[in-house]
């Protein structure tokens, strides 16, 4: 069974920090050539792309609201992904989702997702 699943979720305040990790099961991100992509829905808000890191070059990309603040990982060897998040703000609140597929941050180029992780961050 293909599983993706999220942790490192929280409540936390402002100008906190927050580690999510994805965990896969059922599939290899490396050998099945999977981009990691990392995706958040707040209340009255459309789903948005986060993040997103390739498997061959470990190439990545991030939205222009958490650039310079998020830091997007994977340990192939542990088939895990990370989204550090420093210098959190209330914006962030969300349910943090993250998602095995192609490359790129819309929600139709990926084929896994994980069930999410809430994130609320207090002012």
């Known amino acids: 069974e293909v599983q993706l699943v999220e942790s490192g979720g929280g409540l936390v305040q402002t100008g906190g920090s927050l580690r999510l990790s994805c965990a896969a099961s059922?599939?290899?991100?490396?050998?099945?050539?999977?981009?990691i992509g990392w995706f958040r829905h707040a209340p009255g808000k459309e789903r948005e792309g986060v993040s997103c890191?390739?498997?061959?070059?470990?190439?990545?990309h991030y939205a222009d609201p958490v650039k310079g603040r998020f830091t997007i990982s994977r340990d192939n060897a542990k088939n895990t992904g990370y989204l550090q998040m420093n210098s959190l703000k209330p914006d962030d609140t969300a349910v943090y989702y993250c998602?095995?597929?192609?490359?790129?941050?819309?929600?139709?180029?990926?084929?896994?997702w994980g069930q999410g992780t809430q994130v609320t961050v207090s002012s």
């Open positions: 998602a095995a597929g192609r490359w790129g941050t819309r929600s139709d180029q990926y084929d896994y």
């Open positions: 059922g599939f290899t991100f490396a050998f099945d050539d999977y981009a």
């Open positions: 890191i390739n498997n061959s070059k470990g190439k990545t």
